[in-house]
């Protein structure tokens, strides 16, 4: 579970970590004048976005995925042809 957590962590640190540079970046600049203690609160409330998405990407994979494969197979030996299709279709008119 470990490897899945840094995984997990791993992920959203790549996902916030563009967008941390761009505004870092902007706030080098004389177009925005961020205090360092502005600063220092986005550093500290990105870090606790990267945990958050982090863990919640891993509560994701570790309840609903599980579930999720459970409810097809349970669906494919059930073998009734009209609740797949129901589901297909569904599912294609979502997308």
Known sequence: MRKALLSKLKEALLSVMPVSVIVLLIAGTPLVDLTGRELWVFGLSSLFLIIGIGLFNLGADMAMTPMGQHMGEGLTK??????????CLMRKNMS
């Open 78 to 87: 059930s073998k009734r042809v009209w609740i797949l299709l129901s589901v």
